[in-house]
């Protein structure tokens, strides 16, 4: 009887992340002809940034976008494999992105 093998969780440097996420909003806001900000914000549901609410409508749209940019990115599609893109809104504040891949986050 053969045991299973265990996968170990990939590892990706967070500049290497906020990297990618600050190039893809670049192409995204660019492409949307819209202004949004590049901060990556890390949780543990979703990963991407902070939307304006003007930009809600857009919302899905945006989440696809980065998420195909990020996912393309050298470094984060073999770390993170297939991302998913999400949009979460709680309090009022809606983070746009994707949901958080089973990474390691490094220095």
């Known amino acids: 009887?053969?045991?299973p093998a265990f996968r170990r969780p990939a590892t990706i440097a967070v500049k290497d992340l906020s990297s990618a996420i600050q190039?893809?909003?670049k192409t995204v806001g660019a492409n949307q002809k819209i202004e949004i900000d590049?901060?990556?914000h890390t949780g543990p549901i979703i990963m991407g940034i902070i939307l304006r609410p003007q930009y809600?409508?857009?919302a899905e749209k945006i989440a696809a976008e980065?998420?195909?940019q990020a996912g393309t990115s050298h470094g984060v599609a073999p770390a993170a494999g297939a991302l998913e893109p999400?949009?979460?809104i709680k309090g009022g504040v809606i983070t746009c992105g994707f949901i958080a891949p089973e990474v390691i986050l490094s220095e």
């Open 23 to 25: 190039q893809a909003v």
């Open 38 to 40: 590049h901060k990556l």
């Open 86 to 88: 999400a949009v979460l």
């Open 56 to 58: 809600l409508p857009q």
């Open 66 to 68: 980065i998420t195909a």
């Open 1 to 3: 009887m053969s045991t």
